[in-house]
């Protein structure tokens, strides 16, 4: 396949199921080895992100996904469904991580899609644990009461930078944003068996350097939905998340990024039309704003080939210039991610 053959354009991939003891994951956009997502449709149909970011550059990461991935996808995004418990964790940050698995750290964020009733997440410290109490609250499990519990319900957002003790409890199904790294580290499992029938590894040791043990006053992201706009729910140095809902179709300018731009559908239908001219310099006007286009007018704003919206769609920097315009008489839900 000759590189000049293959014509840029946004990626949809297969989300790749994943059983564990717990419930599932689905892995819905990835480039950690071994569990790379595969393109579902287009040219490169079959082949890995990977190949697409080799082929492509800066072109589809944008000068930012370039530095920050360092020549890989930097971001991995999942939806978990928890019939049970997940063990409680922590993950490295970014020095920690370089210097002990020469791999970048974990900052993620959570979206609730669903909730049963009085199902709960913990997140953070609710109390102090002095740290020399440490090793004997993890090993009897009492360190979960030490952990802040939230009752959550759909739409609730939670950012767990690396270092944030942390735990998905059963009855929640969230979509996870997170830095491309595999590295966690368990610190309780409930002295469960995995599917091996062998109890999980757990990193008690390791997690000491990890934890942050500060207690926040708080510790759920507090937004205000908005029917038609980009409503800013996490900005980090490692990513940036907007919640869209929308019941017409949104302009997105955000050529002057030097980012990527990662579409994923929470609930509705919809189709993305990129600008025809993507590679038109953003305007002083446009620049880093976001404005809704009258119902019916989208298809003269926008010109250039459309896609539709299924699970997850990667729009390339060169791209970041387009329309999403719902389907179908519910509104669209999607979390629109960049660096
Ligand atoms: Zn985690």
Redesign the pocket.
Known sequence: MQQTDITLSPLAFHPSLHQLVWGTESWEVSAVPGNESIIAAGQLAGRTLSMAVQLWGEQLLGRKGLEQGGGTFPLLTKIIDAKQD?SI???PGETLAQRRHHCHG?T?MWFVLDAQPGASLLAGFSKPLPREEYAARVADGSIVQYLARHEVHPGDVFF?PAGRV?A?CGGVRLC?I?QSSDI?YRLYDYHRLGLDGQPRQLHVEEALDAIDFRVLPDYLTRYTPALGQAVPIVSCPYFNVNLLELDAPLHRSLAARESFVLLSLLDGEGIVTLDASPAAPPTATSQNRSFAVPSGTAATTASGPTFPLRSSLLIPAVQASFVITPVGNRPLRLLETYL
């Open positions: 997940l964790q922590v993950h974990k993620e767990i942390h998905i996870e997170q966690t």
